[in-house]
T-cell receptor
């Protein structure tokens, strides 16, 4: 089945640790996105990539890093510089540019700090 | 002030009722999306609109560009429609999301 797979579903981070969230899609979409969702707030864009080997910062990129070495994969690293990482992280993809087409979302990763 | 405001924040309905969720935005947009988030967290895109009206099954989405307003309607609501409905707009290179409307449909 075509879709977006995020892993793991739940992740725990220790103080000072970097953790990486995986996002893979087999929809052959050019664009991929990472969002953060906090209670009572709308989704906020962390990073997006419109093509392989290129990515742009979103609204809240500080403390995060990404890579886009393959079309299918857009991993997000939550670094130790992100002081409030506890949130629900959603990955999405779309064919074409930002918001020009419907975005397809993964099931999300819930990150907590130990 | 948020660029995207949704109302109501919470909505409880009896099965079979007609439901309307509203979204107002304050920026110029190129597209508006309606998303559905299930209790487990997964999100499904329902509609993308730039004008007029779209229908898919029991769901209808409308947009009035002049009034900067969109509505999502659910006809003959069912308990499986219980979810959070999120309005999102794209303005330039920015993406703005509403905080969502939590819908509970009671059998």
């Amino acid at each position: 089945d075509g879709g977006i797979t995020q892993s793991p579903k739940y992740l725990f981070r220790k103080e000072g640790q970097n953790v990486t969230l995986s996002c893979e899609q087999n929809l052959n979409h050019d664009a991929m996105y990472w969002y953060r969702q906090d209670p009572g707030q709308g989704l906020r864009l962390i990073y997006y990539s419109q093509i392989v080997n290129d990515f742009q910062k979103g609204d809240i990129a500080e403390g995060y890093s990404v890579s886009r070495e393959k079309k299918e994969s857009f991993p997000l690293t939550v670094t130790s510089a992100q002081k409030n990482p506890t949130a629900f992280y959603l990955c999405a993809s779309s064919q074409g540019g930002l918001a020009k087409n419907i975005q397809y979302f993964g099931a999300g990763t819930r990150l907590s700090v130990l | 002030k948020n660029e995207v405001e949704q109302s109501p924040q919470n909505l409880t309905a009896q099965e079979g009722e007609f439901i309307t969720i509203n979204c107002s935005y304050s920026v110029g947009i190129s597209a508006l999306h309606w998303l559905q988030q299930h209790p487990g967290g997964g999100i499904v895109s329902l509609f993308m609109l730039s004008s007029g009206k779209k229908k898919h099954g029991r769901l209808i989405a409308t947009i009035n560009i002049q009034e900067k307003h969109s509505s999502l309607h659910i006809t003959a609501s069912h308990p499986r429609d219980s979810a959070v409905y999120i309005c999102a707009v794209r303005s330039g290179n920015q993406f703005y999301f509403g905080t969502g409307t939590s819908l509970t449909v009671i059998p």
